[in-house]
């Protein structure tokens, strides 16, 4: 086994941040989801459902959250998916220039996917 360059651990390094911000990003929606549920509130699967819906149950005044609840949501929750969203999902562009640039980038292992059953 070749012992790994610089820029390949760059790479690799940037491979496992985005990883893991993405499962952060589906366990915060998951968080959320079984939040819901206990208020009777239920919302499919997925980090875009979870994105797109928040915010109109937030502005719902009949959904049967409590204002306790409301804002923990929306200054929290929203606000941390959307950081999670924007640092996990949206490399840095300079960070993509030194991965396409490096020589030896074909030899870095490809980040794992999760299963996405297709419906």
Same mark, same amino acid.
């Given at each position: 086994?070749?012992?790994?360059?610089?820029?390949?651990?760059?790479?690799?390094?940037?491979?496992?941040?985005?990883? %893991?911000?993405?499962?952060?990003?589906? %366990?915060?929606?998951?968080?959320?989801?079984?939040?819901?549920?206990?208020?009777?509130?239920?919302?499919?699967?997925?980090?875009?459902?979870?994105?797109?819906?928040?915010?109109?149950?937030?502005?719902? !005044?009949?959904?049967?959250?409590?204002?306790f609840?409301?804002?923990?949501?929306?200054?929290?929750?929203?606000?941390?998916?959307?950081?999670?969203?924007?640092?996990?999902c949206?490399?840095?562009?300079?960070?993509? %220039? %030194?991965?396409?640039?490096?020589?030896?980038? !074909?030899?870095?292992?490809?980040?794992?996917?999760?299963?996405?059953?297709?419906r």
């Open positions: 086994m070749q012992v790994k360059t610089v820029e390949q651990q760059d790479v690799q390094a940037l491979h496992r941040l985005r990883e %893991a911000r993405v499962g952060e990003r589906t %366990a915060l929606c998951n968080q959320v989801r079984g939040l819901l549920g206990e208020y009777g509130i239920v919302l499919p699967k997925g980090v875009s459902a979870v994105r797109k819906r928040l915010p109109e149950l937030l502005e719902d !005044a009949e959904n049967g959250l409590r204002n609840l409301r804002p923990l949501l929306e200054v929290h929750i929203f606000c941390e998916l959307s950081t999670l969203h924007m640092s996990g949206v490399p840095d562009l300079s960070c993509l %220039a %030194a991965c396409r640039a490096c020589p030896s980038r !074909a030899r870095v292992p490809k980040p794992k996917r999760p299963f996405v059953a297709k």
